[in-house]
């Protein structure tokens, strides 16, 4: 039997949010989707098209709102070729993610009972209204556009329900143990000195080493000395920096990545230093001079935070690992033809408003509000609403929904709709926010 924490059952309220204007622009060329057919099954059960429509949309507006937010802008994300031989770009290869993501979610819904979770009638009546309000709010060319019904939305909303809430008891099922080795972290202080850049003169080197030596020479009279106010003496442009390691050595950069941001030459010197010592010798790297000194042998705070990450990342790595074998386990067919009608391309442009009105929660969530981009050409016509305020000065207004009678897990994962994408906001480590929202799509038209 596995032992499990106490799962929290208690629900919290957010607000279901997300207001979304998607745009057919000219040239999109995009086949229509039949929403009630069967685009996959798992293990027997059929998914239609409508629910991963509803998804994918969803999940393109989250990427494309984090991309300008980290970058400024999102450019052509979509038609970037991620597979040179096969040709197979990102809005491609997002649409077999999104899927995968949706054929998740229906076997969590089955494996649910095990971890103790489910969906009351109370979260049924709440999920059902908000779903119906979906439909009041849309007109029918945009529903027709999405392919969806009713009873899908009620059912991504389920499935999404679900997910969040068995994140926490997997991840809690994950026997983690971490030793005070792996956690221990040395903390320092530091001077460093480039020497690279092309404009750089080997004269322009050699007095940047001096001034090194003259550094390291004030630091060993007095190795408590204050090592910035020492470096701005000798130059008022240089500083000193405070950083820590992991005292043992790790070949998993993903583990150790406080240690990994420092070159090896600098790590190797300061694990054989003393409590307060500064290193003899200037450390020289093909980038540049540092002079060092070891502050704390084992800095208390340091290592428990350290702790706390290994802790986090080895449950996430689990959870990651029971679920892709949950779906490698799954007798899962998808049917290519009706996954093929649907597309995602840079010609349905979504951007975050950069102001956005914020509903009182009792959980941390960000709303999914989004607004059409106001650089991409469009169709006139326009579907506002005059009592949500402006994003910005150019930006159109939307509406925004807001039901407080649905529930959420106070522990709902943070990690988004789009972690499975192998884009750069991944490298980034930015977290997309879990989605549970219902989200009002406008369609521009003429």
Same mark, same amino acid.
């Not at 607000?15 to 000219?26: F, K, P, Q, R, T």
């Given at each position: 039997m596995i032992?499990?924490?106490?799962?929290?059952?208690?629900?919290?309220?957010?607000?279901?949010?997300?207001?979304?204007?998607?745009?057919?622009?000219?040239?999109?060329?995009?086949?229509?989707?039949?929403?009630?057919?069967?685009?996959?099954?798992?293990?027997?059960?059929?998914?239609?098209?409508?629910?991963?429509?509803?998804?994918?949309?969803?999940?393109q507006a989250q990427t494309v709102a984090m991309y300008k937010s980290f970058m400024g802008s999102a450019g052509n994300i979509w038609s970037q070729v991620v597979d040179e031989d096969a040709g197979t770009t990102y809005g491609e290869q997002a649409v077999g993610q999104f899927l995968e993501?949706?054929?998740?979610?229906?076997?969590?819904?089955?494996?649910?009972? =095990?971890?103790?979770?489910?969906?009351?009638?109370?979260?049924?009546?709440?999920?059902?209204?908000?779903?119906a309000q979906f439909m009041q709010d849309n007109d029918e060319d945009t529903l027709k556009e999405l392919a969806v019904s009713e009873d899908q939305v009620k059912t991504l909303l389920e499935l999404e329900t679900y997910r969040q809430r068995i994140y926490d008891p997997i991840r809690n099922e994950a026997e983690v143990n971490i030793t005070d080795e792996e956690a221990q972290q040395s903390s320092f202080s530091y001077v460093s000195i480039s020497i690279s850049g092309d404009d750089l003169t080997d004269d322009d080197i050699?007095?940047?080493?001096?001034?090194?030596?003259?550094?390291?020479?004030?630091?060993?009279?007095?190795?408590?000395? =204050?090592?910035? +106010?020492?470096?701005k003496e000798v130059d008022d442009s240089y500083s000193a920096v405070q950083g820590n390691f992991t005292v043992k050595e790790s070949d998993d950069e993903d583990e150790d990545e406080?240690?990994?941001?420092?070159?090896?030459?600098?790590?190797?010197?300061?694990?054989g230093l003393t409590e307060g010592e500064v290193a003899s010798d200037i450390i020289e790297t093909d980038t540049g001079y540092y002079v060092v000194r070891l502050d704390k042998v084992l800095d208390e705070d340091a290592t428990a935070s350290k702790?706390?990450?290994?802790?986090?990342?080895?449950?996430?790595?689990?959870?990651?690992?029971?679920?892709?074998?949950?779906?490698?386990?799954?007798?899962?067919? +998808?049917?290519?033809?009706?996954?093929?009608?649907?597309?995602?391309?840079?010609?349905?442009?979504?951007?975050?408003?950069?102001?956005?009105?914020?509903?009182?929660?009792t959980a941390t969530a960000t709303p999914n509000l989004f607004d059409?981009?106001?650089?991409?050409?469009?169709?006139?016509?326009?579907?506002?609403?005059?009592?949500?305020?402006?994003?910005?000065?150019?930006?159109?207004?939307?509406?925004?929904?807001?039901?407080?009678?649905?529930?959420?897990?106070?522990?709902?994962?943070?990690?988004?709709?789009?972690?499975?994408?192998?884009?750069?906001?991944?490298?980034?480590?930015?977290?997309?926010?879990?989605?549970?929202?219902?989200?009002?799509?406008?369609?521009?038209?003429?």
């Open positions: 032992n499990m924490k106490k799962i929290v059952k208690n629900t919290t309220v957010v607000a279901l949010s997300g207001v979304m204007a998607i745009g057919m622009l000219s040239g999109c060329g995009s086949k229509s989707i039949d929403g009630e057919k069967t685009v996959a099954t798992v293990d027997g059960t059929d998914i239609p098209m409508g629910v991963v429509s509803l998804y994918a949309r969803e999940s993501q949706v054929e998740l979610m229906y076997i969590m819904k089955e494996k649910a009972a =095990d971890y103790g979770v489910e969906v009351t009638s109370d979260d049924e009546t709440a999920i059902a209204d908000a779903a050699a007095t940047r080493k001096e001034q090194a030596q003259e550094i390291l020479d004030k630091m060993k009279e007095d190795p408590t000395a =204050d090592m910035s +106010e020492v470096a406080d240690s990994s941001a420092y070159p090896e030459e600098v790590l190797t010197v300061l694990r702790r706390e990450s290994l802790q986090s990342s080895k449950e996430e790595d689990y959870y990651t690992e029971t679920t892709d074998g949950w779906l490698d386990d799954a007798d899962v067919k +998808e049917v290519k033809k009706v996954l093929k009608t649907l597309k995602i391309t840079d010609s349905h442009t979504f951007t975050a408003p950069t102001a956005t009105p914020t509903p009182e929660v059409f981009d106001e650089d991409t050409p469009r169709a006139s016509k326009e579907l506002t609403d005059p009592d949500t305020p402006k994003a910005s000065a150019t930006s159109k207004k939307t509406t925004t929904l807001l039901d407080e009678d649905v529930p959420l897990s106070d522990s709902a994962p943070e990690t988004g709709d789009t972690t499975n994408l192998l884009f750069p906001m991944i490298v980034m480590g930015l977290s997309v926010l879990a989605i549970f929202g219902v989200i009002v799509f406008r369609k521009k038209m003429n």
